[in-house]
């Protein structure tokens, strides 16, 4: 298959959400909030494991690897925006400990950025021409 420069950017913002998510745990972390069994299956799974594994499956068959990220980082999305600045919860950035809450913050609106351009990304890397047609490979 040959790479284009749309799935470069969407390696990047794959890596950089992924590098963003390993700070936002250790702002979890330091400012103890919890989070419960199946938020944590959500988080390893959904958030960190499928936008990865969606970039393994793109190098075989692109279409099924872009849809694998659009629903990944769609899903994260909704889970991060709903529980970082809808829910009244401590995972809510203005309950986090005031000591780690600029990080916690900053990190929550990085996720959500990444996550919107990784979803929008792929989204777009499936309706570009090049996917269009039966292009798995």
Do not use: C
């Not at 990784?118 to 798995?136: D, H, I, P, Q, R």
């Amino acid at each position: 298959m040959k790479r284009s420069p749309g799935s470069a950017w969407l390696t990047a913002t794959v890596l950089a959400h992924l590098v963003v998510s390993i700070v936002h745990g250790v702002a979890h972390t330091q400012a103890h909030v919890p989070l419960s069994v199946a938020a944590n299956l959500f988080v390893y799974i959904v958030i960190l494991a499928a936008p990865l594994i969606g970039l393994a499956v793109m190098w075989r068959s692109p279409r099924l690897g872009s849809w694998m990220i659009a629903l990944a980082m769609a899903g994260s999305l909704v889970f991060g925006v709903v529980n970082h600045f809808l829910l009244a919860s401590p995972d809510h950035v203005a309950h986090v400990d005031p000591q780690w809450r600029p990080l916690f913050t900053v990190t929550a609106v990085l996720l959500a950025v990444t996550e919107a351009l990784g979803a929008g990304l792929a989204a777009k890397f499936l309706a570009s021409e090049g996917f269009s047609t039966n292009s798995t490979r």
